[in-house]
């Protein structure tokens, strides 16, 4: 009997997560990580002790698939103080497992067979991987990269147009955004949002880098924009909201109608998320002195960070883009590295410098020719930091 226990057809083109497989290779060659995205420093102790009094103290049985309610309250509260806009945590907020659930339920609840899905190149593998679970069509839009240092990522605003008016259904629209670092302004989002809004497209925001923006920055989002607001779908979560991303607690907040089509993935696949960590997060949700002021102590810590990597990364001879939000710098390498690929040229920095970081064309559909770009990440350690600044 022959077996057939080859992977699913639509999973077939999907390899490992670049971000794990970094982090793998930094430990086997004992380098710093400055691929994927995580501190490597703990979140603030308040969370811990709230997460372990409920784990203690909480019902510890399953929770309501949606969410616990006091936390769907406490998100819907926070969204509101923080970007004025309001959603009802009964109909319009639902708690999910990370960011990531929160994408892959989203996607998977509207898109269809052969549907057009817009991305913003580079963009984040996981949407690629959810896109093609659903059977839908990847059409890449391509973010143009800064000729010169010290610029930031910009859209050919014609190119945009035009592509929007191809029959896309859904669009995943990403600020701050990951990998470029670049905060799309408000002009910019309303100028999408216009084009989103003649077209009908539905869009996916992922914000979870929302409380990560750098002075004179600002976060503005689609869900502001009252014309585009019943076609938006807004994504946070606390693991990045709180340099904790092992807490795996996301949320996506949408019109009821969209929500229940997300619920019904939702519960079909994770069903429900533990009650302890929500719990633990609705109370410190709750406690908005803190929260306010630690959120400006956060943004203030990375932003000194970002300076320290973006002035290392500039003597040390590459073409930095700039960083207004996220955790991440793109850099440049042509005027280092020669004609190598960016995947190459990774590698190499991996084993000859041992640092870690991540070739930007794995944030591409098809990379482009020529292509110089590796994300570095700065949510680390200053001690982390100095010692990688030293090795480049
Ligand atoms: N968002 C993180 C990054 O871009 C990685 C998350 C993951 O590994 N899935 O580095």
Not at 106 to 119: E, F, I, M, R, Y
Not at 215 to 232: D, G, M, Q, T, W
Not at 233 to 251: D, E, P, V, Y
């Amino acid at each position: 009997m022959q077996i057939q226990n080859s992977i699913a057809e639509r999973w077939k083109n999907i390899g490992k997560s670049i971000f794990s497989e970094m982090s793998a290779l930094a430990q086997q060659h004992n380098a710093i990580n400055l691929g994927q995205g995580f501190p490597d420093f703990s979140g603030p102790q308040e969370i811990l002790h709230s997460i372990s009094n409920q784990l203690v103290h909480c019902h510890n049985q399953y929770s309501p698939p949606q969410g616990e309610s006091l936390l769907r309250v406490q998100v819907a509260k926070f969204i509101e103080n923080l970007a004025g806009v309001t959603y009802d945590p009964n109909s319009e907020v639902t708690i999910t497992h990370g960011a990531t659930e929160a994408l892959f339920s989203s996607v998977t609840a509207l898109v269809n067979q052969g549907d057009k899905v817009l991305l913003f190149e580079p963009a984040f593998d996981l949407y690629y991987q959810a896109i093609a679970n659903a059977g839908g069509t990847v059409v890449p839009f391509s973010l143009k990269a800064p000729d010169i240092s010290l610029g930031s990522w910009t859209l050919d605003w014609s190119k945009f147009e035009a592509v929007c008016a191809s029959g896309i259904k859904l669009a995943i629209f990403n600020s701050p955004h990951n990998p470029t670092g670049k905060v799309f302004t408000e002009d910019e989002i309303l100028r999408i949002a216009s084009i989103f809004a003649k077209h009908g497209i539905i869009a996916i925001c992922d914000e979870v880098y929302e409380n990560l923006v750098y002075e004179p920055f600002k976060h503005f989002s689609l869900s502001n924009v009252a014309k585009i607001r019943p076609l938006v779908i807004r994504i946070s979560s606390a693991g990045k909201t709180f340099g904790f991303t092992g807490l795996r607690t996301g949320w996506v907040c949408a019109p009821a109608n969209i929500t229940e089509h997300i619920r019904i993935v939702h519960q079909a696949t994770v069903f429900c998320l533990n009650p302890y960590t929500q719990l633990g997060l609705a109370e410190i949700l709750s406690q908005t002195d803190w929260l306010t002021s630690y959120l400006s102590s956060q943004r203030k810590l990375y932003q000194l960070k970002r300076d320290f990597l973006t002035t290392t990364l500039e003597k040390s001879g590459y073409l930095v883009s700039k960083t207004e939000g996220t955790f991440f710098i793109t850099a440049n390498y042509k005027n280092l590295g020669g004609d190598i690929s960016d995947i190459i040229y990774t590698k190499q920095l991996l084993i000859t410098k041992k640092i870690a970081t991540i070739p930007l064309s794995s944030f591409y559909q098809k990379s482009p020719n020529n292509f110089n770009w590796v994300r570095f990440a700065f949510c680390k350690k200053d001690e982390t930091l100095i010692a990688a600044s030293k090795l480049l």
